[in-house]
């Protein structure tokens, strides 16, 4: 068997209006502390939460991936605000089932519209329209899953490797 270990990273791409969103927030935040210092202390406590709700919305805005494929083992963190990170997969490549683009036949069936299987999904991509995405269809646990993921070119190859009849390129 081989004995690969291939890192991937993914940043999510950030939503339209985040960074206007953040200004104003630090900008109400400032007014309301500048307005609590000149006129009246009430107007403090309002400043300091927007300030404290700029620093969560901060943390929760900025999402990254990592897929780890080391050997048979396939797993994904996700890593919020650049600190914090957490596993949330790790899958035994023995069990999967498919892996193709999302418009490929062979995951014609677990698509929403017009699928005949409905399978609980988790999306990993990095919503960029000019990366292709790829649907994985995997077992964990006792049940199968539906993953949507940016895979590049070589971990695509190791997968293909390893299961060249489950694995279909774009």
């Keep these: ?5 291939i890192t991937e990273q993914v940043t999510r791409k ?3 209006g985040t ?3 953040k200004v104003l927030m630090v900008v109400f935040g400032v007014i309301f ?4 210092i000149v006129f009246s202390r009430g107007f403090m406590l309002p400043g300091f939460l927007l300030i404290c709700l700029y620093f969560l919305f901060d943390l929760f805005s900025q999402k990254e991936y990592e897929y780890i494929m080391e050997g048979n083992q396939f797993s994904i963190d996700v890593i919020m605000g650049k600190r914090h990170r957490k596993q949330a997969h790790e899958l035994d490549l023995n069990k999967l089932e498919v892996v193709a683009p999302n418009w490929h036949e062979k995951v014609a069936k677990y698509r929403i519209k017009g699928g005949t299987e409905r399978l609980p999904k988790y999306d990993y991509t990095s919503y960029d329209d000019d990366i292709p995405y790829y649907t994985m269809i995997i077992g964990e646990g006792r049940e199968k899953i539906k993953i949507l993921l940016d895979l590049n070119e070589e971990m695509l190859r190791a997968m293909k490797n390893l299961f060249p009849d489950k694995v279909f390129f774009a």
């Design 33 to 36: 502390i500048l307005m609590g």
């Design 14 to 16: 950030k939503k339209p």
């Design 19 to 21: 960074g206007v969103l």
């Design 1 to 5: 068997m081989y004995n690969i270990r």
